[in-house]
């Protein structure tokens, strides 16, 4: 079973605010990436990568930075967290891209005042 | 571009009950299809996958027909339980790089 862990599960900051949302996956899944949830949009992406140093752009990129330290490491930046961000986050992996399966880890709910 | 839409925002049912959610994709291409089921404080789990070589899935009593004609992927169940209630999307796959999800459908499921 893929294990896909987040941290932390919850954050409160302020406009303006900077912010770093972590992920760690221990399986050596190739593939990594950034969601967020919203009520009426489903799960939209963000950013994801298919390896260390690697990032490619998603589908609601404006505000966030990526960056993949590692095979098992996938880091969200909000540099300038805006009330428009106020979202649930996921960090999903997989083997690879195609036809194949993304696990999720749990989410992290953020909060921007 | 590729998208899926789920036009139920909610599902509301008994215990015993059919459940039936609704969901059609747009794409230019074959694409694998997705059921994910979200659990209340948990992410997203696959629940079940069609590829185009295989045009039905079945998991946990839970089942999705590939319909390329209607461009269809509903999710079935022929008797809910109430452990059932959960979040439950539609996604696809293109062969690209990511995957596509419908906006989600809420199942409640009362005792």
């Known amino acids: 079973e893929a294990a896909v862990t987040q941290s932390p599960r919850n954050k409160v900051t302020v406009t303006g605010g900077n912010v770093t949302l972590s992920c760690r996956q221990t399986?050596?899944?190739?593939?990594m990436y950034w969601y967020r949830q919203d009520t009426g949009h489903g799960l939209r992406l963000i950013h994801y990568?298919?390896?260390?140093?690697?990032?490619q752009i998603g589908d609601v990129p404006d505000g966030y930075k990526a960056t993949r330290t590692t095979q098992e490491d996938f880091f969200l930046l909000l540099e300038l967290a805006s009330p428009s961000q106020t979202s649930l986050y996921f960090c999903?992996?997989?083997?690879?891209?195609?036809?194949?399966?993304?696990?999720f880890g749990p989410g992290t709910r953020l909060l921007v005042l | 571009g590729d998208s899926v839409t789920q036009k139920q925002g909610q599902v509301t049912l008994s215990e015993d009950d059919f459940l039936f959610i609704n969901c059609t994709y747009s794409?230019?291409?074959?694409?694998?299809l997705f059921w994910y089921v979200q659990y209340p404080g948990q992410g997203p789990q696959l629940l079940l996958k069609?590829?185009?070589?295989?045009n039905k899935g079945i998991s946990r009593g839970f089942e999705a027909t590939y319909d390329k004609g209607t461009t269809s992927f509903h999710l079935q169940k022929a008797s809910v339980q109430e452990s059932d209630s959960a979040v439950y999307f539609c996604?696809?796959?293109?062969?690209?790089?990511?995957?596509?999800f419908g906006s989600g459908t809420r199942l409640l499921v009362s005792p």
């Open positions: 399986n050596s899944h190739n593939y």
């Open positions: 794409t230019t291409t074959y694409p694998t």
């Open positions: 996604a696809l796959e293109t062969g690209g790089y990511k995957v596509v």
């Open positions: 069609v590829t185009t070589a295989n």
């Open positions: 990568s298919y390896g260390a140093g690697n990032l």
């Open positions: 999903a992996s997989s083997e690879t891209s195609n036809q194949d399966t993304q696990y």
